[in-house]
């Protein structure tokens, strides 16, 4: 990959692929957007305009961003002299298989080949690909321009310098990427959105609320609390200083009692033992104290930045 201002093949230019090229630009690198579409310039110039005020509110130099992106006319084009390659057309097998094929013909032998996909694993689609070393998954949550993660998953093939060089990219345009240890369909973001909503819509059908209260429940709950520490410190605190341990061994058998709608077997002993000592040994280096004290911070900040935000359209809409 080159060392200053390396050059980016986005291919596809819907919703992902467009704010994809909005954030490579904004870090300063060149992009070549290809997409088949007739309104292809139209929507990159406008989807450009559209996070220019977004990347700006994170630091980063907007000016001339249009310049950075240059359209490209079809795949072998776009991908010529690129380092690295982010596909994010439509979520098909066949189409990934066909595509990826062009790919690692087409692009310089050192670039990397990463793929958008939303639920399919490298594995999938990369059977019969000679060069498939370079080629893994990159899936962003949308819009990738605004929210840091990327799930970085290699395929059974993938060769461990990819992933390393996938994660040292995805860092340097100031994301936060995770490399998760087996493929599984969805990955783990969408894995973990899919169950949440499964149960949010039940909720909703059975008629326990509606929809707009749901949606202030988990704001002003969950998503609030899982924002800052995620599933798992936020039960490892909720167990108060005994941690993950008291919480599975007081409150589990009765959180259990709500019934597990997926029809999975309730967990051994043995399998219960092993998931405490998973928690303890991620955050048991930090006291109770420390770990609720950066807890409580956050949260405080996010509620104060939810507040100004509201505020700000309430402003907004009083003066329109």
């Known amino acids: 990959m080159s060392t200053t201002r390396p050059t980016v093949a986005v291919i596809g230019a819907g919703t992902i692929g467009l704010s994809w090229a909005a954030l490579f630009a904004g870090h300063g690198l060149r992009v070549q957007v290809t997409d088949p579409r007739p309104d292809l310039a139209e929507a990159v110039g406008a989807a450009l305009a559209e996070a220019a005020p977004h990347l700006a509110r994170q630091g980063l130099d907007t000016t001339g961003l249009a310049d950075r992106v240059r359209l490209a006319g079809e795949v072998t084009e776009a991908v010529r002299d690129a380092d690295v390659v982010q596909e994010s057309g439509p979520e ?3 189409f990934k298989r066909a595509l990826f094929t062009r790919l690692v013909r087409a692009a310089p032998s050192h670039a990397l080949l990463l793929s958008s996909s939303s639920a399919l694993p490298a594995t999938t689609f990369t059977d019969g690909i000679d060069d498939a070393g370079r080629i893994l998954i990159g899936h962003p949550f949308n819009p990738p321009h605004l929210v840091p993660l990327v799930e970085v998953v290699p395929g059974r093939r993938t060769h461990e310098d990819s992933v390393t060089r996938a994660v040292a990219f995805y860092r ?28 949010a819509v039940r909720l909703v059908e059975q008629g326990v609320v509606g929809p707009a209260e749901l949606d202030m429940i988990m704001v002003n709950s969950l998503g609030l609390r899982w924002s800052t520490v995620g599933p798992f410190l936020g039960a490892h605190l909720g167990g108060g200083p005994g941690g993950y341990r008291h919480l599975a061994e007081h409150l589990g058998p009765a959180m259990r009692q709500l019934g597990d709608s997926s029809g999975r077997p309730e967990p051994t002993p043995e399998q219960t033992e092993r998931l405490i000592r998973a928690v303890e040994d991620a955050y048991g280096s930090r006291s109770y104290r420390d770990l609720t004290g950066e807890r409580d911070r956050k949260q405080l900040a996010v509620l104060d930045a939810l507040e100004r935000a509201t505020t700000g359209e309430r402003n907004q809409e009083t003066r329109s």
Do not use: I
């Open 92 to 94: 098909s097998a066949d």
């Open 172 to 199: 340097s345009v100031g994301r936060v990427p995770v490399v998760e240890r087996k493929e599984v369909p969805g990955f783990v973001g969408n894995r973990l959105q899919n169950a949440l909503s499964q149960e």
